[in-house]
């Protein structure tokens, strides 16, 4: 017998009902019979889909419900933070959706979906004449259940994580998403009729040169570099080496082991060598994969990264000129521990912009 979520309408498959519904988690004793529920109208059906839908504020969950969760699911802000998206006067899944442009950011590949783009990028933080219009389609929106006749077959359906983005075709979302592992709870359906944006390839067209040092580097050999994660790869030796050197350093002035420091001294020496090519690969992939357009993340990038390297250099040379200098240079050790510091803030930087780069990509889109 066809069971039926009384409250969104999911629809499971098989003769066992699920603890919880995946859609709203509303216990199993809210599931009933398809032929004991009352039929919708259209508008009705409309407005249940349609007229209760609520976004995060600040991770751009979308919630469907009569009202905001109490906490997002995925963030934790609280329901204050949610604002209406829809509204009871919505066209049904069946009819025609509100047109709505998109705006590519040509800088890192950021789609925005608006009457016009955004004012800096939220991404990587161009401004909105870096934004080129791709088409007027149909809003990218999740839609939960109940599902209209219009709704493909089961095995045909498509499901959204609400975390990352990943879409899933199936009859069900999956136990877990492949991509960062979310519940299967924070899947949600997506309507047939709704265009789905073209993913943005990380990589520029084949004959885009890139320069490093004013020297050009062939577009085969930039779409190797690229592919194979060079400056990702590079990126991550002083990004594990230089907390591990300041905690050694901070170890060693507690303790005063004299083998303590000198592993500090060692790791800091492997960040100061690691860092041109940090830099250089870094300067390329900008170069490559963002035309090299300069904008605030990719200014503080390249600010950080020679912070890094320039103090890396200073504190090896001081160390090797003056090697009692953490235990016996009073004055002097704590501008010593304190260029560390300094150098692991600009690392911490550093990575969150970059993180912002990747990741900020698949979460907005």
């Known amino acids: 017998m066809m069971m039926r979520c009384a409250v969104c309408g999911y629809e499971p498959s098989g003769d066992t009902l699920p603890g919880t519904c995946p859609v709203c988690g509303a216990d199993a004793d809210k599931f009933q019979p398809v032929s004991e529920l009352p039929t919708q109208s259209a508008d009705a059906e409309s407005e249940q889909s349609y007229g209760a839908l609520w976004r995060c504020a600040v991770c751009k969950y979308e919630h469907s419900g009569p009202a905001a969760p109490e906490t997002c699911p995925v963030c934790g802000a609280p329901g204050s933070r949610f604002s209406s ?23 890192c590949g950021y789609i925005h979906t608006g009457p016009t783009p955004p004012d800096t990028c939220p991404v990587c933080g161009a401004d909105a004449s870096k934004f080129v219009r791709v088409s007027d389609a149909a809003a990218e929106t999740p839609v939960a259940t109940p599902f209209p006749k ?5 095995e045909n359906r498509r499901w959204r994580c609400s975390v990352c983005k990943y879409i899933h075709m199936g009859d069900e979302p999956p136990d877990r998403c492949p991509v960062c592992s979310a519940q299967k709870e924070k899947f949600q359906l997506i309507a047939p009729d709704i265009q789905m944006a073209s993913p943005v390839s990380a990589l520029p067209d084949s004959d885009t040169t890139a320069r490093v040092l004013g020297i050009p580097i062939p577009p085969g050999l930039s779409h190797l570099l690229v592919s194979l994660h060079a400056h ?5 030796i002083p990004n594990g080496l230089a907390p591990v050197a300041v905690a050694f350093l901070i170890l060693a002035m507690i303790t005063g082991n004299a083998a303590i420091e000198l592993a500090a001294f060692l790791n800091m020496v492997v960040v100061a ?17 963002f035309r090299g357009i300069m904008t605030p993340v990719f200014a503080t990038k390249l ?39 300094v150098l692991f803030v600009a690392t911490a930087i550093a990575g969150f912009m970059g993180g912002k780069l990747v990741f900020g990509l698949t979460a907005n889109q």
């Open 85 to 107: 998206i829809k509204s009871p006067s919505t066209p049904s899944p069946t009819g025609p959706l509100p047109a709505a442009v998109q705006w590519r950011c040509t800088v």
């Open 303 to 341: 600010w950080c990264a020679s912070t890094v390297w320039g103090i890396s250099m200073g504190v090896v040379f001081w160390r090797w000129a003056v090697p009692e200098l953490v235990f016996s240079q009073e004055p002097m050790r704590w501008i010593y521990l304190g260029l560390h510091l």
């Open 150 to 154: 219009s709704f493909p077959p089961k």
């Open 273 to 289: 060598l690691a860092m041109p090519a940090v830099i250089l690969s870094g300067v390329h992939d900008w170069q490559y994969r």
């Open 232 to 236: 990702p790869i590079a990126v991550h």
